[in-house]
Structures are given as C-alpha cells and as structure tokens.
C-alpha cells in the first residue's frame, strides 16, 4: 500500500510515504500547519470581504423588501402565486423565462421565511457580500489545487477587495461567481484526485450553477470533452 501526504511546498506537490518505509512525521506535520494556516488565511479574508462592504450599515427596523429588479419580482410572484412570472414592474406579463431559474428561487425561498420585512432586507442585502467573500477566501485553496501556489491565490483575492465591485444585492453575480469557482475547482480535484465522490460533488456544482447562470453549460462541457 501507499500513503499519501499532500505537502504543498511549490503548488500543490505531492510526497509519497511508503509503508516499507518509516514514515516522516515531520511531512505530515508541515501539511497540517500548512492547513491550519489556511484555514486561518481563509476566515482573514472572508472577514475582510464582509467589513469591506457592512451590509448591515444604515440598517432600521423599518427597512423593507425592494420588489425593483426582475429576480425580486419573479421571486415575488413564487411566492405569492407558486409561478415564475411577472418580472417587469408596469405591467403583468405572465410566465418568463426572463433569467436564469436559481436566484429566483432563492429569493423566493427567502422571502417565505423571513416574510418582506427589515431581516429578509438585510438577508438579501447581504447574501452577495457573503457569496463574494467567500470566493476571495477560498482563492487560496483554488489556486493550489489548480496546481500554483497560494500566494496566487491571496493576491486575486486582495486584487478583489481593492478593487470592490458592487455587491449587486438583487442580482445573482455573486452567488454564480462562488457556483463557478466552487464548480472549477471541484472539477480540477476530480481530474487530479478521480472518485465517486468529486464526481458527485462536481456534477452537483456544476447544476446549481447552470441553474444561476446557464451560459456556463458551454465551457463546462467544453472542458469535460478536452479532459
């Protein structure tokens, strides 16, 4: 038999243990130190991600739902009437296919719970900054599994919080940016590391993301025919 302990000195480097050998501690120690500090890196930057934008400043218990942009809408007439429709504020329009399925449906989702009120507001207001910040938390750990060092990971992720989008509160940008990183990723351990598991976990991903931003279908499937 072979163990393995992935020891990230360059990249995502792998050292092999053999069971004839005595096996060296200090591999294995030095991968969960690695690990520990991202771990660490990972909570530093999604803080970051979040104090960057404080989608809960200016916030009041009067706050209230904003039923402006089309996703909100669609998720409006879901919940209210069960139908994906309706998504243009003049006038009723009936049924849509409009945008993508997901967002929709987790904005309706939502609002089931949590009603219109101040707490779904802050909900929505600050679902985007959540998704957004953890891409840039788990940059690290993508760029290493893409086979770079973390460090190109930290500085993608410091290059977004400069930069800082907006946070597209009624719109599924975000959401579809962490589906799409989250997808890749997976997709890359499942060429690198082939289980049941990665495939299951990369053909979830890759519908939930397909379902937020259908457009992905293309390179997705493009990089599935080229691996």
Known sequence: GVQTCALPISGYAKVTLRNSQPSNPKFCMLLTRHR????????????????????????RSDWRVSFRTEPIR???????????????????????????????????????TLG??????????????????????????????FGFSFWTGVIAACIGLASKP????????????????????????????????RILMAGVLASMLFHFQPVSVLPWLASAALA
């Open 36 to 59: 520990t500090a991202l771990i660490l890196l990972s909570v530093f930057l999604f803080s970051l991600g979040v104090l960057n934008y404080k989608p809960w400043r200016g916030y």
């Open 74 to 112: 669609i998720a409006q007439s879901l919940r209210d009437a069960g139908t994906f429709a309706n998504p243009f504020g003049a006038t009723p329009t009936g049924v849509t296919a409009h945008i993508a399925p997901g967002f929709p449906l987790l904005l309706s989702l939502l609002l089931k």
């Open 116 to 145: 219109d009120g101040s707490v779904a507001a802050l909900v929505i207001e600050a679902l985007p900054v959540v998704a957004l910040s953890l891409e840039l938390s788990l940059l690290p750990w993508i760029a290493e599994w």
């Open 166 to 197: 907006n946070s597209e509160p009624h719109w599924e940008a975000h959401v579809a940016g962490l589906l799409s990183l989250l997808s890749a990723g997976m997709f890359s351990r499942w060429l690198t590391f082939s289980s049941p598991r």
